[in-house]
């Protein structure tokens, strides 16, 4: 009996030991899964190369158009190890309203997060809805940044696909560069020596139309005096600019001058008709006197005439004189009535006289600058077709002046001015302007 207990005891142990082994094992199983999660994990993160790790200082936000590779690692109990969960696995595209959506763990927004934001939400949701038993090793990398977009003065404005560190001189050449005339190829060289000879003329243009604009401003701002505060250029010199500008400061002053006289002229007839007024209700009140008069000797006639003390004819005139002078009543009461409306009317001609004139030179700037706008595009056009022949043209002529500016995506709309060294980055829009350097300069 004692020996039975004895094998009892040794084999109660012997189970103990192997059970006590087991759960040993699956501690350290479990230990081991973990250290490895987190060395696959660093290992994973160390091979990502995102904006934040090309710009240390700015952090890349996601958005709409980017694609991303989504890399998801788990522990598997029956291989008793790490495995990549191809269910989840895989390249997403970022929708148009900011969401990624992924297998098994849902639909997610984007909008200001990063990469590792966005990672470590896909993790935790994964771990919540598959009730795994360690969290997966999520690793999410941009494989296709969203485009960037170049229009204005460009070979081939469209979207280009950003890469980090990208600036805007590289987004210019990569849209091609300044625009090339291909129809120039097709047109003899006399046609485009003709074009040399309306360079000039052009130019004579643009130029009258600046200085025209900017009296039509000065019109449309009620200045007093009429200033160019720009420098021009006149192809045919200083001594052809200063005659314009002292040719269209005469009409301005002229044109200032009519309007002044005209608007005297309704003042003093507003003063007259006035006077008129004032004279017309003097008249009034004396003739109001005239005909009560009048009135109380007709009614003294009447009295008298039913005594048998007047004659007919005598309350007769008293009564015709009675009706004369109310005629003469009426008569100046619509004089007056004439004069007020005489006012009244000048008044609106005086307010007419500013509104015809803001309609007049809003109209006219609209052609002048619609005028301008086509000017520049035909010297633009000349200059470059010019080139393209190697026809001698002046230098100041041929000089271009190359502008950009960018429109962000992170911003509210608003357009800034930059350099060719600005950086660019997705969604972001540049816009490309030539000119010639001296269309604004002397």
């Known amino acids: 009996m004692m020996t039975r207990d004895g094998d009892m005891d040794h084999v109660t142990g012997a189970s103990m030991t192997r059970e006590l082994w087991k759960s040993s094992m699956r501690a350290l199983r479990i ?45 598997d109990n029956q291989e008793l ?51 795994l038993i360690e969290t997966p090793s999520v690793v999410i990398e941009i494989e296709t940044y969203r485009p960037f977009y170049v229009i204005g003065d460009v070979e081939r404005p469209g979207a280009f696909e950003a890469t980090p560190g990208l600036g805007v001189m590289q987004a210019y050449a990569l849209a091609g ?44 701002r009620g200045a007093d005096t009429f200033e160019i505060d720009v420098e021009l250029r006149h192809p045919d010199g200083s001594e052809a ?60 006639l009447a009295e008298l005439g039913d005594r048998g003390l007047a004659r007919a004819d005598q309350l007769r005139d008293a009564q015709r004189a009675i009706f004369e002078l109310e005629s003469q009543d009426i008569d100046l009461e619509n ?37 301008l706008e086509d000017r520049a595009q035909r010297s ?17 002529e041929r000089q271009f002046s190359t502008e950009f500016f960018i429109t962000r995506s992170t911003t509210d709309g608003a357009e800034v001015q930059v350099t060719g060294d600005t950086p660019i980055g997705p969604g972001d829009i540049l816009r490309v302007q030539r000119r010639a350097a001296d269309s604004t300069s002397n």
């Not at 995102?50 to 788990?74: K, N």
């Not at 020596?193 to 019109?219: F, K, P, T, Y």
């Not at 009317?345 to 700037?365: F, G, H, P």
């Open 177 to 220: 560069g300044a625009p090339y005339l291909r129809e120039a190829e097709s047109n003899d060289l006399r046609g485009v020596m003709r074009d040399a000879g309306d360079l000039s003329r052009i130019r004579r243009e643009e130029v009258r139309l600046q200085v025209l604009a900017h009296r039509l401003n000065a019109e449309l």
């Open 335 to 371: 004089g007056i009535f004439r004069a007020q409306q005489g006012i009244k009317e000048a008044e609106r001609d005086i307010v007419s006289i500013q509104t015809q004139l803001l309609t007049q030179v809003t109209a006219e700037l609209q052609r002048v600058n619609a005028e």
């Open 31 to 75: 230990s081991v899964a973990r250290l490895l999660v987190i060395s696959v994990s660093i290992l994973l993160l160390a091979t990502i190369q995102t904006p934040a790790q090309a710009e240390p200082d700015e952090i890349y936000q996601l958005g709409p158009g980017d694609r991303l590779s989504v890399r998801v690692v788990r522990w």
């Open 380 to 396: 633009k056009l000349l200059i470059s077709m010019l080139d393209l022949f190697s026809v001698g043209v002046p230098q100041s």
């Open 241 to 300: 600019l200063d005659r314009l500008i002292s040719d269209e400061t005469e009409i301005f002053a002229t044109r200032k001058e009519a309007r002044a006289l005209e608007r005297q002229s309704l003042e003093e007839l507003k003063i007259l008709l006035a006077t008129e007024i004032s004279q017309l209700e003097t008249k009034r009140l004396r003739l109001a006197d005239q005909i009560l008069t009048a009135r109380e000797v007709s009614d003294n």
């Open 81 to 131: 190890d790490f495995v990549e969960w191809d269910a989840v696995s895989g390249s997403f595209s970022i929708s148009s309203n900011g969401t990624l959506s992924i297998p098994l763990a849902g639909t997610f927004s984007t909008l200001d997060k990063d990469l590792d934001e966005l990672s470590q939400e896909v993790s935790a949701k994964l771990n919540e809805s598959v009730q």
